[in-house]
């Protein structure tokens, strides 16, 4: 489905030149973190694992400090977006928990600005230097991968579990984050969500089936201006199923638009955490994205 998906987007999609000239770039857009990611260098993924494994095409750590709030810290998103994503040049996205927010932000409120068409050589700060000085509506970008997204929030956040001192965690208060923008317009890109269910440490305060961090309301890219209890099929106790693809959940509350689930994990396998390897739910995304990322 996302072979298709990706060749209609192209289809429909007349914002450069020939796609023959393209140079393609897999961007992966972090969550949460210590603020240890060094901003700005492309090079840096010490988030996620060893930066020798199999991650797309021109793979591209966008880095960010991921305990400020969302608006503070996008313009580096944006930075990359134009370095990697303008002109002749295309881009794969994928992103893990809080970086569900970033590129959700960037393109719901700055996806149909003119961006200057960009080199695709970063300073030490991140930004390219402009090619022609013309410039194009959004980016060029064929679809997004989300891990764990956090583009629903946490209830984490709302109750306080995580420290309250760090801005990001006002964002990510499951009211806030539905309410930051506006998550139906994706500028027709398809968010493919894979939603992990490990989840015990917090089971009680996380609705639903989640990962230790994020629950599948988030995950699953489910609509509506607060969370909600969505579980694995035959479980309990929940308002409903989460179901794959584009359905609506079976109580009927639907996703928001152009979001897929491709991962539901039935299994109960995959947690939250990268933990330095590519772990957890960050796992099938690299394996998805090394695959169709080309």
Not at 32 to 37: A, L, Y
Not at 89 to 101: F, Q
Not at 236 to 261: E, I, M, P, Q
Request: with cysteine; net charge negative; aromatic share 12%.
């Amino acid at each position: 489905m996302k072979t298709l998906f990706s060749a209609v987007l192209v289809a429909v999609t007349v914002l450069v030149a020939p796609e023959a000239s393209a140079t393609n770039y897999t961007l992966w857009i972090h969550g949460r973190n210590g603020g240890s990611t060094q901003a700005g260098n492309y090079a840096d993924f010490s988030y996620w694992g060893p930066s020798s494994a199999s991650a797309g095409v021109n793979k591209k750590a966008i880095n960010w400090n991921g305990t400020q709030k969302i608006s503070v810290e996008n313009y580096r998103v944006r930075d990359a977006l134009d370095c990697f994503c303008t002109g002749t040049n295309w881009c794969y996205i994928a992103v893990h928990s809080a970086g569900d927010l970033q590129i959700g932000y960037a393109l719901s409120l700055y996806g149909g600005s003119a961006r200057y068409k960009k080199n695709a050589t970063p300073n030490s700060s991140g930004v390219c230097g402009n090619t022609d000085g013309t410039t194009q509506v959004g980016w060029n970008i064929r679809w997004v991968d989300v891990a764990s997204g956090a583009g629903g929030g946490s209830e984490l956040a709302d109750h306080g579990d995580w420290a309250v001192s760090e801005p990001l965690v006002s964002d990510l208060v499951t009211t806030t984050a539905r309410a930051m923008y506006n998550h139906n317009t994706t500028r027709s890109l398809y968010f493919y969500h894979f939603a992990g269910s490990k989840g015990t440490l917090y089971s009680g305060i996380l609705p639903g089936q989640d990962d230790e961090a994020v629950s599948y309301h988030s995950t699953g890219g489910v609509s509506g201006s607060s969370g909600g209890s969505y579980c694995n099929p035959g479980d309990w106790f929940c308002d409903g199923t989460l179901n794959t693809g584009t359905s609506a959940c079976s109580d009927g509350r639907a996703k928001w638009s152009y979001h897929t689930v491709s991962l539901r994990d039935d299994g109960e396998a995959y947690n939250h955490y990268a933990n330095g390897n590519w772990a957890g739910i960050i796992g099938p995304v690299r394996a998805d994205v090394a695959t169709y990322a080309k």
